[in-house]
């Protein structure tokens, strides 16, 4: 059985995954608008990540007893100004959900939960792989600069992404 204070904090992070789903979702919507296919294809993918790793915490709750209670998704940004600026984003945002998964770790550590912390070792594990994706992005998009070619290549290799 989950305690109410571990399944209180993963209705949380149920909620900053779906968040996150709905910020690379008004990303992906933004560049699809841009004509930037490729990028957009690239976060709409990631979205759906996002929203299968709420899933996974939401599957954990009911399995250990627990109760999902939804709450409001703030609405994201909009626009970006430029691609880099989204992958910065991207990448702040991923750094901070490294925190929130850390965070939770430590309170099922804290509570001796140990079906809990062997659970988030699998989201540990995928947060280095996502900082570590969106920051190879931006240190690209950082070396393309102003470079129309350069990010006409980099829109067709990020379209390359599998959803798989």
Avoid: C
């Avoid at 939401?58 to 100004?81: M, N, Q, S, Y």
């Avoid at 099922?108 to 900082?131: C, G, K, R």
């Amino acid at each position: 059985m989950i305690s109410k204070t571990m399944n209180a904090a993963i209705n949380e992070q149920i909620n900053a995954e779906m968040y996150s789903a709905y910020l690379y979702l008004a990303m992906s919507a933004h560049f699809e608008a841009e004509n930037l296919t490729g990028i957009a294809r690239w976060l709409r993918v990631q979205a759906k990540e996002e929203m299968e790793h709420a899933m996974k915490f939401f599957d954990h709750v009911l399995e250990r007893g627990g109760k999902v209670t939804l709450k409001k998704i703030d609405g994201p940004e909009t626009a970006w100004p430029s691609p880099l600026a989204a992958f910065e984003a991207v990448a702040e945002h991923e750094r901070k959900v490294t925190g929130l998964i850390n965070g939770l770790a430590d309170k099922a550590a804290a509570e001796n939960d140990h079906a809990s912390s062997i659970f988030l070792q699998w989201f540990v594990t995928e947060q280095v792989e996502e900082e570590a994706n969106a920051d190879a992005i931006v240190q690209r998009l950082t070396m393309i600069g102003d470079s129309k070619n350069g990010l006409f290549m980099m829109d067709h290799r990020l379209g390359e992404r599998s959803d798989d």
